[in-house]
């Protein structure tokens, strides 16, 4: 089945840096999520990606659809402590619009004050 | 809005032991899904309703578990008998046709 590369697995950063991660997949993907888990809560979305090449901010997050429907990027700018927390990206599979999503494995973001 | 709501929060039980884990989905959503998150496997779908009807089963791990939707404000997820290795956090999740899947706060599961 379609699967979701996450990178990095981790990151450790001091309040303030700007941090990117990204999604790979070997098939293409007509929409691209983009969510955030809190520890002990379910994941929230945060972005949500309908069109190659299309730039979607949400306050300090940008996120990106690739060109060739088969990546997606995350920026976090200033980051601060409420940032922590695990980073996933999703997309629909199965012929599905939107809810039968594949998850990535998760990007473990730590911010130090 | 409430959100999707699961009940318990928590659950501890014994191997052997039924398990009933219950969601309420945001109203108005027609779609409903039972996600489950382990440190190996990650977060992966088990089965999604639309309009109270079973879709895709496909990601029940096996017959020891089994969903109903009676209708359109509640479902189960059922797992009888119960063995460690379903030891998870288990999401529902809702959404109307074509519009993000929310989620709900999960049922930690331990299974002793």
């Known amino acids: 089945g379609q699967q979701l590369n996450q990178s990095p697995q981790s990151m450790f950063i001091q309040e303030g840096e700007d941090v990117s991660m990204n999604c790979t997949s070997s098939s293409i993907f007509n929409t691209w999520l983009w969510y955030k888990q809190d520890p002990g809560e379910g994941p929230v979305l945060l972005i949500a990606l309908y069109k190659a090449g299309e730039l979607t901010s949400n306050g300090r997050l940008t996120a990106q659809f690739g060109i060739t429907r088969k990546d997606s990027f995350l920026n976090i700018s200033a980051s601060i402590p409420s940032d922590v927390g695990i980073y996933f990206c999703a997309g629909p599979t199965g012929g599905t619009s939107y809810g039968k999503l594949t998850f990535g494995q998760g990007t473990i973001l730590t911010v130090h004050p | ?112």
């Open chain 2, 1 to 112: 809005d409430a959100g999707v709501i699961q009940s318990p929060r928590h659950e501890v039980t014994e191997m052997g032991q039924e398990v009933t884990l219950r969601c309420k989905p945001i109203s108005g959503h027609d779609y409903l899904f039972w996600y489950r998150q382990t440190m190996m496997r990650g977060l992966e779908l088990l089965i999604y309703f639309n309009n109270n009807v079973p879709i895709d089963d496909s990601g029940m791990p096996e017959d020891r578990f089994s969903a109903k939707m009676p209708n359109a404000s509640f479902s189960t997820l059922k797992i009888q008998p119960s063995e460690p290795r379903d030891s998870a956090v288990y999401f529902c999740a809702s959404s109307f046709s074509g519009g993000a899947v929310l989620f709900g706060p999960g049922t930690r599961l331990t299974v002793l």
